[in-house]
């Protein structure tokens, strides 16, 4: 069975850091996309991040770019999304999904194309 869970979440002051991880067991995530979105109670789901895990460049928001960077580590199939200059904004149930295949650029940033799931992690910015 594919799993995917995600850790890290937490409260953190405004302007902080915090670094989440996203561990996907059952099979190898290599060649595939794997992306880090988020959702605010009432609101849709947002695109934050993706990477194809057998690459090195990372995809992200408007809003995030020069802030947050996504990376992999293939040996323990697990991606990371470092978010630094957090903002009270940002308060958000940040949740990994994984494609289960490689997706398109022009596909990337859709939800609908991600197969698999986690249960998410809860990231809350304080004054």
């Known amino acids: 069975q594919v799993r995917v869970v995600e850790t890290g979440g937490g409260l953190v002051q405004s302007g902080g850091s915090l670094r989440l991880s996203c561990e996907v067991s059952?099979?190898?995530?290599?060649?595939?996309?794997v992306a880090w979105f988020r959702q605010a109670p009432g609101k849709e789901r947002q695109f934050v991040s993706a990477?194809?895990?057998?690459?090195?460049?990372?995809y992200y928001a408007d809003s995030v770019k020069g802030r947050f960077t996504i990376s992999r580590d293939k040996g323990k199939n697990t991606v990371y999304l470092q978010m630094n200059s957090l903002k009270p904004e940002e308060t958000d149930n940040y949740h990994c999904?994984?494609?289960?295949?490689?997706?398109?650029?022009?596909?990337?940033?859709?939800?609908?194309?991600?197969?698999?799931w986690g249960q998410g992690t809860q990231v809350t910015l304080s004054s």
């Open positions: 990477i194809r895990s057998s690459a090195s460049n990372g």
């Open positions: 999904e994984d494609a289960g295949r490689l997706l398109m650029l022009s596909t990337m940033q859709d939800s609908a194309q991600y197969d698999y």
């Open positions: 059952g099979r190898s995530f290599s060649g595939y996309t």
